[in-house]
């Protein structure tokens, strides 16, 4: 496939066929090929955590455990501002309606019946795999485009080999809980989990609509010739 039509294809999948193991061979082999990201004065920041088996169905237990009981998150970051643009909000209005109202039939605004829907994250929606992104305690705000750079080879490497993928803030935000299941340092910042599989065949394909290129895009010094 070329690797354009990779990065339009990629999309993050929400049902895994729990039947189908994923070799730590593959995960090795889309770690060293995403390891090529760039990072300032390549500091290479990103630490893995690679989670399967009873490990996996160990912290999937305490996550729905905390989620279950409404206990308060404690993410070691902030995902994102208290104060989006328009387009960053329509962006996420996009999203919320696609996932719960258009593929689930609930409104946004009901929350309770968005509650089992959102529960799956912490099930890792049925994948065998899930991957912790953590970066160094004292990391700053450029740390975390580095380890983006990071995050997207890995999700691209997923989809090159034909598995699938899901960044989770969700998983995140419970970092002491995470922490604790897996006596993970409380020297590193967990940026978030990604669950890896093979795509169930009730998976849905796509995602939420993307803003056309000219809404994000500014052109100087083009004139109309060359912009085709």
């Not at 409404?70 to 996932?99: C, E, F, H, M």
């Not at 929606?125 to 970066?135: D, E």
Request: glycine share 8%.
């Amino acid at each position: 496939m070329n690797f354009l039509k990779i990065i339009e294809s990629r999309h993050s999948t929400r049902a895994f066929d729990p039947t189908r193991p994923v070799s730590k061979a593959a995960v090795h082999s889309i770690l060293h090929a995403a390891r090529n990201a760039p990072s300032s004065q390549n500091n290479q920041p990103w630490r893995c955590i690679v989670i399967t088996g009873q490990e996996r169905d160990n912290l999937s237990k305490s996550l729905l455990h905390a989620y279950d009981n409404n206990l308060p998150t404690s993410p070691g970051y902030k995902n994102r501002s208290n104060v989006l643009d328009s387009a960053q909000q329509a962006g996420i209005d996009a999203s919320g309606k696609w996932w719960y109202t258009d593929i689930h039939g609930i409104p946004q605004e009901d929350k309770d019946k968005r509650r089992p829907i959102y529960r799956k994250n912490y099930e890792f929606y049925g994948a065998p795999i899930h991957v912790l992104l953590c970066v160094p305690e004292k990391s700053v705000e450029g740390t975390f485009l580095d380890a983006g750079a990071f995050l997207q080879n890995i999700l691209l490497g997923c989809a090159a080999l034909g598995l699938g993928a899901i960044p989770q803030f969700s998983v995140a935000a419970y970092s002491e809980v995470v922490k604790a299941t897996l006596n993970i340092s409380n020297n590193d910042i967990i940026v978030c989990g990604i669950s890896i599989g093979y795509p169930s065949s009730q998976a849905v394909k796509g995602g939420p609509p993307r803003h056309e290129v000219d809404d994000f895009t500014k052109w100087i010094g083009f004139d109309k010739e060359n912009t085709e």
